[in-house]
């Protein structure tokens, strides 16, 4: 005998939804329901897909744990580990995004919150443990089914395994206790002598002071806290004594993307040279910086690497900056390629947007960072080794036995990018703590560095002129697109210049730097306020202009985004690179070259035949996700005209922070800022909550 939705769940369900049910049975009416729910967008293919593999495995499956799956499924799409049962009754529609707003419904169609009001939770957790489809736990007996239960936590298999897999190894490496110099104060003490901020607590020197004592550090911290500081002076720390007794210390460094990348090689550089250490502790502090991917050693074609646990890193001490940007299958995977001797030292914003991918691993692990929660034991370790005094710093005392995590975390609290007089920096803390009214008199005030603007309508010509002058203040002020399309032109060598000499590669190089002054930012990719719309609207402004030949695919000054790692060409995701005219010694006439900077930091530019790049997008706009890891002057956030799942207050503060000089908001609809400031991104998980 079949069964139906009604005849499981514990209320019965309205006639109108009954109708448009009867019969749901577990097969074909099932997945026809399903169907109609990724005709809206309420799930993907890949999830109506991952049911109908769970059908076939076992056809007399309880609907409600197919449903279960649907949902879990669905929550990875949205970047969520898995499915909390109890939080996804109590508020579905926020739980899941579902369905999306502004969606108009049309004919009898039961929708997802609706079938999931009618659920207990006792019931569909009971439902769950008697199926053959769920493991309970890490339930070796049931190891080949495919979804894990784990308290009010229903996982698919891969992911739980990731999750269990990284918490298992934090938790070894916060046990394993590293020797500290006998002399750490005085190192110390040398590395920061004349850095501290006059009465406040050097959090810099504090994170030094803790990420020797342990295999595994994080430093969390916003734009300008000197992030990238205190891990050059960490390494000297390390390093030294390596060195003083002839073993040097096996450095890498490492970050998400090619942008990343590129930017801490140059900053690396810097702050190495700048060191007070000798020239022996300098020479073995590196500055090349390696994308994860290419540290793992990427495979192709597949989700394997040529380093895991069976053929380890050779490596003593890896920092991966930008870590926000790291999903949880690529730290499970980092974690199982470091040797069990080696340091990990984890360096990002835990405001910041987590990974497109599922998983927010930093800002899971840097939930107490804002607290402190250090034990007494460590409050008291730190003030001796460092001098400094935490006394009135309203850190929280923790435990460390039940609380071992926090003891490796330091967050990095002043801010030496934006003062205090920043608009800026004023912004981002107000929408960082979530304080719509506040940020939006800010916006308001008519400060030099900060400016919104709000349109009338999709037509408005106001942005178009923003997007060809920017501001139009002249001078240093970013002038929009206009000015590095000028610069092609105005800076141009001489048409009789070799095509082998540097001042084509020092041109190509200006014109990159000259884009990077502006940039559009977008909260989503479709629509007239989203990525392809906005894109399409800077070509045509900019041919209507002159300045460019937008009715060819390829044209000079066309600026492009890798969304794809290249390692044949040597580009990774997220570079971005300009057409530009070259001479060819094969040719009488210029070619169009595409120019990337290059990613080892030291300046110099690569140039590619169109043809060679297929992974490639226009980036006139761009994500504000694929924004990470990079600084433009005058940074532009274009917000759409419709509330969207994706606008939190995490993605308007990640925005506000890429601008180095002046931020500019884009509003074509009253009111879409201050809620999605009011919104924070929670990103469900079990990681470091439970006792392994």
């Known amino acids: 005998m079949s069964r139906t939705f009604d005849d ?60 279960a799956a649907a949902l879990a499924s669905h929550q990875l799409g949205h970047g969520h580990v898995c499915l909390d049962l109890a939080e996804t009754l109590a508020e579905p529609d926020f739980a899941l995004s579902l369905p999306p707003e502004g969606d108009a419904l049309a004919g009898p169609l039961l929708l997802p919150s609706q079938l999931l009001e009618r659920l207990d ?42 999750e269990r897999r990284i918490d298992s190894a934090l938790r070894e490496r916060l046990e394993q206790a590293e020797p500290t110099p006998a002399d750490l104060r005085a190192r110390l003490d040398a590395l920061f002598e004349g850095s501290a901020l006059a009465g406040q607590v050097d959090w810099q020197k504090l994170a030094c002071a803790l990420a020797t004592r342990s295999a595994f550090s994080i430093i969390t911290g916003g734009p300008g806290t000197g992030k990238t500081t205190t891990v050059v002076r960490l390494l000297a720390l390390l390093q030294a004594p390596a060195v003083e007794v002839g073993r040097p210390l096996r450095i890498r460094l490492a970050a998400p993307t090619g942008k990343a990348a590129a930017r801490l090689t140059e900053s690396i550089g810097q702050q190495v040279e700048r060191l007070a250490v000798s020239d022996a502790v300098r020479s073995n502090i590196p500055s090349d910086v390696s994308t994860v991917h290419r540290l793992l050693g990427s495979r192709p074609g597949s989700r394997h690497f040529r380093h895991h646990a069976g053929n380890p890193l ?68 730190l003030e001796q080794v460092s001098g400094e ?58 400060l030099a560095d900060v400016h919104s603007l709000r349109l009338s309508g999709e037509h408005d010509r106001k942005l178009d002129t923003l997007l060809l002058q920017g501001l139009g203040r002249g001078g240093d002020s970013p002038q929009g697109y206009r000015e590095y399309l000028h610069l092609i032109r105005q800076t141009r060598p001489a048409p009789d210049t070799a095509a082998d000499d540097p001042r084509w590669e020092a041109w190509a190089l200006k014109v990159l730097r000259a884009f990077e002054r502006f940039q559009l930012l977008c909260a989503v990719r479709k629509g007239p306020w989203g990525v392809e719309g906005l894109n399409q609207r800077v070509g045509k402004v900019l041919t209507a202009a002159g300045l460019i030949d937008g009715e060819q695919l390829w044209y000079e000054g066309r600026p492009v985004l890798m969304t794809r790692n290249d390692y044949g060409l040597g580009l990774m995701n997220g570079d971005i690179g300009i057409a530009l005219r070259l001479p060819d010694a094969q040719a009488s006439t210029p070619l169009l070259r595409v120019a990337f900077p290059r990613n080892d930091g030291q300046g110099g530019v690569r140039f590619v035949l169109p043809s060679r790049l297929s992974q490639v997008e226009t980036v006139y706009a761009m994500t504000v996700h694929k924004s990470q890891g990079s600084e433009f002057s005058h940074t532009v956030l274009v917000l759409p005209d419709a509330l969207n799942p994706v606008l939190t207050k995490e993605l308007i503060y990640t925005g506000i922070t890429r601008a180095k000089d002046c931020f500019s908001l884009i509003e074509p609809r009253q009111g879409i800022f201050e809620e999605a400031v009011r919104r924070k991104v929670k990103r469900i998980s079990g990681l470091m909550l439970e006792q392994v």
Request: hydrophobic residues 45%.
């Open 389 to 446: 005094s935490l006394a009135g710093s309203g850190l929280v005392e923790g435990d460390a036995q039940r609380d071992p995590l926090p003891q490796q975390v330091v967050m990095l609290r002043h801010s030496r990018r934006f003062g205090e007089g920043s608009g800026i920096g004023q912004l981002a803390r107000q929408v960082n703590g979530q304080q719509p009214e506040q940020a939006r008199a800010l916006l308001e005030q008519g």
């Open 314 to 381: 050779p490596l003593d001490v890896l920092v991966v900056d930008e870590a926000s940007m790291i999903d949880l299958e690529m730290m499970a995977n980092l974690l199982a390629a470091m040797p069990g001797h080696a340091r990990l030292i984890l360096l990002g914003d835990k405001d910041q947007l987590a990974s497109v991918e599922a998983g927010a691993v930093l800002g899971d692990l840097c939930r107490d960072a804002e607290a402190g929660r250090y034990s007494a034991a460590t409050r008291s370790w």
């Open 121 to 162: 939770l006792a019931t569909w957790c009971q439902r769950l443990q008697g199926s053959a489809l769920v493991a309970l736990g890490s339930s070796e007996a049931q190891a080949s089914r495919p979804l894990v239960l784990s308290g009010q936590r229903l996982y698919l298999r891969r992911y739980w395994a990731y």
């Open 8 to 67: 499981l769940l514990p209320t019965p369900l309205d006639a109108g939804h009954l109708a448009a049910l009867a019969p749901l049975t577990v097969g074909a009416d099932l997945l026809a329901l399903l169907d109609r729910w990724v005709e809206r967008g309420w799930l993907r293919a890949l999830d109506r897909a991952f049911v109908a593999f769970l059908g076939e495995r076992d056809p007399q499956a309880d609907p409600l744990v197919l449903l």
